[in-house]
């Protein structure tokens, strides 16, 4: 995990959810099979004014470093292992100081049989509340771009992922880091940069209580794209 998931709410439903004040960039339309390196919607804090306004922006799936040669290692790094996020020279500067919430309604993972097949999960909330994966995000200076164009920078972000230590490890070991409703503000704060800070923030995040849902082998290509994909199977 995670390598695939649901973003299927429009920009003004999440905008409402997550209490955001202004949207960056273009409205992404729903995907029910979001897949590594497409453009995601974040949700993170920016200083102004003296103050702090929540934005909603578009980002490339797979986290670039900025001191990346080539923006293609970010395919490398859709996720970040949380047990040492704040360790890793990828990810510890972007813990500490560029942390975002990935808006979700769930995500796939594949159970390995014994036979050597897998089987798709699609794993959601019960109700119709969203998910809020914790991100980091950063920008890569493009090189290739002028300074003052607006392209220069490009933005990227990754997904934490933490062991699955309730009923749903055995489809797999690995889950994504929910944060809860009464956190996100606590994730998203630009004043807690202190890495024992953010260690002690990570380890306060609850594991998510999620329901699996055995769906449909056709989620397994990035080409099928719809609601169908996460209808019980046959």
């Not at 799936?61 to 040669?69: D, E, Q, R, T």
Request: proline share 9%; aromatic share 8%.
């Amino acid at each position: 995990m995670c390598g695939r998931y649901v973003s299927a709410r429009d920009d003004r439903r999440l905008i409402s959810l997550f209490e955001v004040d202004e949207r960056v960039g273009d409205e992404l339309g729903p995907s029910w099979n979001v897949a590594p390196t497409q453009q995601v919607r974040v949700v993170h804090d920016e200083p102004r004014d003296g103050g702090s306004v929540r934005l909603l922006r578009n980002a490339r799936w797979g986290l670039v470093p900025v001191w990346a040669k080539d923006p293609k290692v970010g395919a490398r790094m859709i996720n970040a292992r949380s047990e040492t996020v704040t360790e890793k020279p990828s990810f510890r500067s972007a813990a500490a100081k560029r942390r975002c919430v990935v808006p979700a309604d769930g995500y796939y993972e594949w159970q390995q049989q014994g036979t050597g097949k897998k089987t798709p999960y699609y794993l959601h909330p019960e109700g119709d509340s969203p998910l809020a994966f914790a991100g980091l995000y950063e920008l890569w200076p493009d090189p290739g771009v002028a300074d003052d164009d607006p392209a220069k920078w490009l933005w990227s972000c990754t997904i934490l992922t933490r062991p699955a230590t309730d009923a749903l490890g055995h489809i797999h070991d690995r889950t994504p880091v929910v944060v809860p409703d009464a956190m996100v503000g606590d994730w998203l704060d630009r004043g807690t940069t202190d890495k024992a800070q953010v260690r002690h923030l990570l380890d306060a995040i609850p594991d998510p209580h999620l329901l699996p849902l055995r769906v449909g082998t056709a989620v397994g290509s990035v080409r099928n794209n719809g609601p169908e994909l996460i209808e019980p199977a046959a």
